[in-house]
């Protein structure tokens, strides 16, 4: 108990030393897990059973934006304050994006090799994910060619509120407005407006939930264990 | 109330007018930017143009326009990461401390943003000139060609100058600015190559209205984190 008033920042912070909702989200995953393989699904041309992915692929993407958000939160919380630990948190959240940024890519790509021919087919959608990625490797390349603590925090937490927009730009608009074969693009309907029955609703929206906390949770293991390096550094 | 915000906005447009009027008199005085860059223009596609000769039949070739346009944006790209990448770095720092003690944040990043887009319109327009001596090529709407060139230069300026003010802070190298300004800039890139080939072929101007606004969009997000972050970004 004093040793996480000691370490937490604010009162909100207590929220990532809490457990029960660690526990409901494993609970929940599993869910999705089983679920998603054993439930019925729509039946559709070309798609037939892989729009399964629709659970495992879309759930990535939206852990990475939840985290990237934090992640800008607390960019800004940081200009304001200048808490080192407000840099450490935006960090993690960064990193912890990445890896979902990879694992949506990956999931995307096994799938466009079942149903568009290519694991990478010069589709619109990829293309951008793909530069949002080099957005952010941009990110973690500035943080290490920088010595300094305090400008490397400063100076990354503009770049990465800088970087958030255009990533949004990227991702969500840019492939709208050309032809990509990818779902809910380019002219495409997306499995939510037209082949999304309620059973499919039953799993990708607590799939969605579910994984975003996943997110929190790598985000926050590894802004501790940060935490704890800090505070060695420091004594 | 009113009186103070309109002051502040008095303020603000003064202080950049000042500024901008500081950077163009610098620029006239040394001509070393537009010298340098015009140059570094030229013989980028005098080398081209060489190159493209050693195959004979190149110009009567299929492919021939797609280059034309793609080659031109890559010109333009490496030209102004060339020509903005100095804006922030060559101002020393007592200069810098001397500027931010007299003017705000706003007024610097906004003056060297509108003098960076003065620069790379005037260098467009002149490489797009020597571009076409060199590769003859007919547009189908010249017109809008010259648009989308003055609205690429617009909005490699906002991008590069954010940027250069970053990278000029990490270090100042070159690879930074590269690193960190090209997947904001391919977006753009990606746009303007679209718009241009569509002003190339002379496609109804209706059907580009789309893009020009997703590139005023960008230059709004663009300019409008500049200003919000330049602010944090300049104390050290």
Redesign the interface.
Known sequence: MNQNTYLCPSINMKFIYQSWWKVLTVIVIIYTLIAGLLLGVPKLPIVHETIRNTYFHVPMWMAMFTVFSISVYYSIKY?NTGKEKYDLIAVECANTGLFFFVLGLITGMLWAKYTWGEFWSNDPKQN?AA??F??YC?YS??RN??DEEQ?RA??S???N???F??MI??IM??PR?TDSLHPGNGGNPAFGKLDLDNRMRMVLYPAFIAWSFMGIWIASVRYRIRLIEYKKNEN | MNQIITFDAMKLVNETWHLLKKEILLEWRSKYAFNGVLLYVVSTVFICYISFNLTPGFSGSNGYKVVWNVLFWIIMLFASVNAIAKSFMQESKSRLLYYYSIASPQAIILSKTIYNVLLMALLSILALLVYMVFFTNTLGDPLFYFLTVLLGSLSFSTVFT?ISA?AS???N?GT?MA??S???I??VI??LIRLSKNAMDGIDRSLSL??IG?LC??NA?VIT??L??FP??WR?
């Open positions: 200009l951008s530069i949002a080099l957005l941009a390349v500035l060619s920088i400008k400063k100076i937490a503009i770049y509120i800088f970087a927009p255009v730009v990227l608009v840019l407005m | 954010m970053i802070k990490a270090g190298n930074l690193i960190l090209f997947p904001v391919i977006p990606l746009v789309g893009n997703v969009a960008i997000i984190t500049a919000l972050l944090f970004l050290d």
